[in-house]
């Protein structure tokens, strides 16, 4: 049974992953590394026909394969398809909340408006192992408990500490 053809939509997104590759190839050839579609899909874990079929709308992208993309662009998903990044923030909430979380959040989180410097800290943390994932985490709530316990104090603090100024900030 043959393929179904792309929607429009699915053909944008073709493109605007292709234009984010040759931008890929560009800083590269620029660095003096590998630039091809070979060493692309290396990265990316699939074949190079693969990678050509994706890139030029042959085959549409998913969710999965939309984040590997992302991973080796170092580009959030929504830069080349919005679609399949509000595909991507449904399962990432589906899959990071307890039923009571998912009851007592009706939020849904938006990843896909995230900051480059944020993606960039998921991106790295992906990379770490599971040790290393834990103690990023353990390191992060002593951090926001420190955090939390520095403005408890500075709001309990009587209005005159709070703006007492420095010795070198006097005049």
Known sequence: MPAL???????????????????????QKEKGDAYSQDSFSDLLGFGQSALSQYLNGKIPLNPTVAAKFSRVLKRPICDFSKAIA???????????????????????????????????LILMFRE??????????????VFHQSSKEDKRISASAPSSVRTKRSPANAK
Request: proline letters at 7%; aromatic letters at 2%.
């Open 86 to 120: 509000e595909q991507a923030s449904e399962i990432a909430l589906a899959t990071n909340l307890t039923p009571q979380e998912s009851v007592s959040n009706p939020g849904k989180l938006d990843i896909t408006e995230l900051s480059k410097p944020e993606i960039q």
């Open 5 to 27: 053809p792309l929607t429009p939509e699915q053909k944008e997104d073709a493109a605007r992953l292709k234009s984010l590759f040759r931008e890929w190839q560009a800083e």
């Open 128 to 141: 770490l192992g599971q040790s290393q994932q834990s103690e990023v985490l353990r390191l992060t709530q």
